[in-house]
C-alpha cells in the first residue's frame, strides 16, 4: 500500500467536512479526530462511502475546534502519530474530501507540501501549487502527516487556510496538534490513542 492509499484509508467525510479515523486502547470503538466546526445537531460519517455507526454525543474541546467522535470499532486502523520535534520544511501531506470531488471516482484529495510552524498546539504547513480556498473547501478536520522514513505519521487536524484575508489564501493551512484531542481524551476519561 502506498503512502497516499494509507493515509486516504484512514480519512473519513463528516457532514460537509473531513476527519481522521484514530485507533482507541479499545476494541468496543475507534476514534475519529476532526474540527468542531464540521460537526451538526446531527452527523454522519463514511468511510469509503460506507455509513459508520457514531456511538455517543461528540466530545468537544472547550476553546478550540476540536472535536472527538466515537464510531464503531475499525479493526484495520494502525494509526501512527508523530512524537517529537521537526524541523522547518519537514515533508508534509494533508488528506481530506473536497466538495469539488464530490460525486467523482475519487472523492478524496492528498496535498503535499512542507511544515512552516509550529507554536504551541498550532502547525502551519504551505501546500504545494498553493491551492486556494474552493479547492479545499470540505477538508476542514482533515489530517495532516509528517512522511518519515516512507510512513505517514498523523500530526494535527485542519481547521482553516492560515490568512486571515480570505482573498490571501493561497495554499497555507492551519492544523491543530494532537495534544488538544489527547487533553479532550484525558478530560472524559476516554481510552488513550493506541501507539
Not at 493515509?7 to 457532514?15: F, L, M, P, Q, R
Not at 505519521?153 to 484575508?165: A, K, P, S, V
Request: aromatic fraction near 10%; charged fraction near 15%; proline fraction near 5%.
Amino acid at each position: 500500500m502506498t503512502i497516499d492509499e494509507l493515509t486516504v484509508s484512514y480519512a473519513v467525510k463528516i457532514n460537509g467536512g473531513s476527519g481522521v479515523l484514530v485507533g482507541a486502547l479499545s476494541q468496543e470503538y475507534t476514534y475519529v479526530f476532526t474540527a468542531k466546526h464540521v460537526l451538526g445537531t446531527t452527523n454522519q460519517v463514511t468511510r469509503d462511502g460506507i455509513p459508520l455507526r457514531i456511538l455517543n454525543d461528540p466530545f468537544l474541546h472547550q476553546t478550540l475546534d476540536c472535536a472527538i467522535l466515537q464510531v464503531e470499532f475499525q479493526p484495520n486502523v494502525t494509526q501512527r502519530h508523530w512524537i517529537g520535534e521537526l524541523s522547518a520544511a519537514a515533508a508534509v501531506s494533508f488528506v481530506g474530501y473536497p466538495n469539488s470531488n464530490m460525486g467523482t471516482a475519487a472523492p478524496y484529495k492528498v496535498y503535499t507540501g512542507q511544515l512552516n510552524s509550529v507554536n504551541s498546539n498550532l502547525i502551519v504547513c504551505n501546500l504545494d501549487n498553493g491551492p486556494q480556498q474552493e479547492a479545499i473547501a470540505g477538508m476542514s478536520g482533515g489530517g495532516i502527516y509528517h512522511i518519515y522514513n516512507g510512513y505517514p505519521y498523523l500530526l494535527g487536524i485542519e481547521y482553516r487556510m492560515d490568512d486571515e484575508d480570505e482573498n490571501h489564501r493561497w495554499g497555507r493551512i492551519r492544523c491543530i496538534s494532537l495534544k488538544p484531542y489527547e487533553s479532550i481524551l484525558t478530560a472524559h476519561n476516554l481510552s488513550f490513542i493506541a501507539p
